[in-house]
């Protein structure tokens, strides 16, 4: 990268970052915590209407900004030492494969190219686990580990990436816990449970927070991927019984077999904002568990989900059963 305004100081720390996808879930956690650190914060965003939490902010401007127009891209980045690159999507909608190369490969080759442009040497980008560009068993796995490859290698030799993988991801205003949740109170009698046996280590959306503001804090972090998952690993049956216990709800959970689950599967790929999907299933087929914990490397210590998730679901009836979510957790 060619030397400019933000060329790499060892002993500079980024004061200003733009943060695209902030005024989604992970971005709403980030960037309040971002502002509260002293930083200086742009949020990109085609509807700045969306972000009223943030706009009171006085750290935190929210920009318009189509971030797949190259030109309006390096425009809003300009002038910022640090990228924080958020925006990812779980379902590919009718448009398939190319909505998901469009999101996750095609944006991060431009926001690699504006960085560049800019001379920012900075971006922190959010990936998942089991990413893999080769042999990923899912377009939303081969996409983002396309993604990961331009970050790495389009930089240059003195672009400073950090690439998260994060195991599905839980806390207030997620998809995924509030709406398993939301699933065991409409099913009527039975809840069918689409691939029962998958493994996953939920992550509090507030640790992997801490771990994005520790490394745009360290200097260490700089060329390295960190892996991010919860202290607990759970089947997807194990997680929808406790749930289903713990929300006091009576009914049963029925395991669908393979063949079923893909049936399953493929009926929601024609329902509209459905999180799951034939896609989403083939993702299923990797446990969403780590290899190596990047917490572990970063100093910092996951939290339980049985302590967390009773603080934010909302229904009146989850503050009874919180003390046996502390009993679980042995808290």
């Known amino acids: 990268m060619s030397a400019g305004a933000h060329a790499y100081n060892p002993g500079m720390r980024p004061r200003s970052v733009c943060v695209l996808g902030g005024t989604g879930f992970v ?7 971002l502002a509260g650190a002293g930083y200086r914060v742009t949020v990109l965003s085609r509807d700045p209407e969306r972000a009223p939490q943030l706009r009171v902010l006085p750290a935190v401007r929210v920009v318009r900004c189509n971030v797949h127009d190259g030109k309006q891209l390096a425009a809003a980045l300009a002038g910022h030492d640090a990228v924080i690159n958020l925006v990812g999507i779980r ?11 469009s999101v996750h490969r095609d944006l991060a080759h431009k926001v690699v190219a504006s960085c560049r ?8 980008h959010m990936s998942t686990l089991n990413a893999d560009a080769d042999h990923g068993p899912s377009r939303y796995l081969r996409s983002k580990g396309g993604g990961e490859r331009i970050v790495q290698e389009e930089g240059g030799p003195d672009f400073r990436w950090t690439i998260f993988q994060p195991s599905v991801i839980f806390g207030s205003g997620d998809s995924f816990i509030t709406g398993l949740a939301a699933a ?3 099913a009527p009698l039975a809840f069918p449970l689409v691939a029962p046996g998958a493994r996953v280590s939920p992550v509090w959306v507030e640790d992997v927070v801490a771990a994005m503001l520790k490394a745009l804090e360290d200097d260490d972090t700089a ?11 759970f089947t997807l049956r194990r997680l929808a019984t406790l749930l289903r216990d713990d929300l006091g709800l009576r009914k049963a959970i029925v395991p669908l077999p393979v063949v079923a689950s893909r049936l399953a599967a493929g009926v929601m790929d024609f329902v509209p904002g459905s999180l799951l999907s034939t896609d989403s299933f083939h993702s299923l087929s990797v446990d969403g568990v780590c290899t190596r914990s990047g ?8 939290h339980s989900l049985r302590g967390i998730v ?3 679901l909302g229904r009146e009836g989850e503050r009874t059963h919180y003390p046996r979510f502390r009993r679980r957790a042995r808290r």
Request: aromatic share 8%.
């Open 223 to 233: 060329s390295e991927s960190y892996q991010l998952c919860g202290p607990e690993v």
């Open 295 to 302: 917490f572990r490397r970063l100093g910092i210590q996951p």
């Open 184 to 186: 065991l109170r409409s």
């Open 310 to 312: 009773p603080r934010y």
């Open 117 to 124: 442009q800019g001379h920012i040497d900075r971006l922190l």
């Open 91 to 101: 379902s590919e909608g009718r448009r398939g494969d190319a909505r998901f190369r």
């Open 27 to 33: 971005g709403s956690h980030l960037c309040p915590v």
